[in-house]
């Protein structure tokens, strides 16, 4: 079983398409995040929700909408795509477990690559 | 900005060689984490330090921690070729569930 699954794997699109990428996870997790991952391998957190609530929101453009229907789910659409947004982009969720001093580790999923031509 | 640094940034060795990466961080941390990338996968996480650690092992994995200096090390011995992968350190930033990832090392191990 897939503890984190995103879809689709490779998305190919034309500038200034609209685009959405899905997120599930059936771990249970509380908390689920987008993190962005470019060229050059950093990998930059874009938000956070918890039980369905946006905890982190970075400094994104609002062409970025996170949504999470429900706390197993957090999808990611892009409005009116650019050049720039070309990444690979990771869906991962965690269980803040408290045992631990706080600490959340996260497991991701097998990341989406999105290619704007 | 928080994010770590790691170096180096890439590392080639053969198969039996020890592999040691280091990464240094800006913040006091209450806990630090290497993951590891496959090519084309997701992050998996490796092991967690936490500030009242100082080494820590993991089968072949050795990571230590020097708050002091703000950095670590993550050690892989006896290295195989299927750990070429990437490398990478996350610290929590505090007071949120935001994870910042270092900038990674890329290691290729030879067989």
């Known amino acids: 079983d897939t503890a984190v699954s995103q879809t689709p794997k490779y998305l190919v699109t034309q500038m200034g398409n609209d685009k959405s990428i899905k997120c599930e996870q059936n771990?249970?997790?509380?908390?689920m995040y987008w993190y962005k991952q470019d060229s050059k391998k950093f990998l930059k957190i874009m938000f956070s929700?918890?039980?369905?609530?946006?905890?982190i929101n970075e400094t994104v453009p609002n062409r970025f909408s996170p949504k999470s229907p429900d706390k197993a789910h957090l999808n990611l659409h892009i409005n009116s795509l650019e050049l720039g947004d070309s990444a690979v982009y990771f869906c991962?969720?965690?269980?803040?477990?408290?045992?631990?001093?706080?600490?959340?580790?996260?497991?991701f999923g097998a990341g989406s690559r999105l290619t704007v031509l | 900005s928080q994010q770590g640094e790691e170096d180096p940034q890439a590392l080639s060795i053969q198969e039996g060689e020890n592999a040691t990466m280091n990464c240094s961080y800006k913040?006091?941390?209450?806990?630090l984490q290497w993951y590891r990338q496959n090519s084309g996968r997701g992050l998996v996480h490796l092991i967690l330090?936490?500030?009242?650690?100082r080494e820590k092992h993991s089968g072949r994995l050795r990571v230590t921690l020097d708050t002091s200096k703000k950095s670590s090390s993550l050690l892989i011995t006896a290295s195989r070729a299927a750990d070429t992968a990437s490398y990478f350190c996350?610290?929590?930033?505090?007071?949120?569930?935001?994870?910042?990832f270092g900038t990674g090392t890329r290691l290729q191990v030879f067989p």
């Open positions: 991962a969720s965690s269980q803040e477990n408290r045992g631990l001093s706080g600490a959340n580790v996260l497991t």
């Open positions: 771990l249970g997790h509380d908390t």
């Open positions: 929700y918890n039980n369905k609530e946006l905890i």
């Open positions: 913040t006091s941390i209450n806990n």
């Open positions: 330090i936490r500030s009242n650690e």
């Open positions: 996350a610290t929590p930033s505090i007071g949120t569930d935001k994870l910042i």
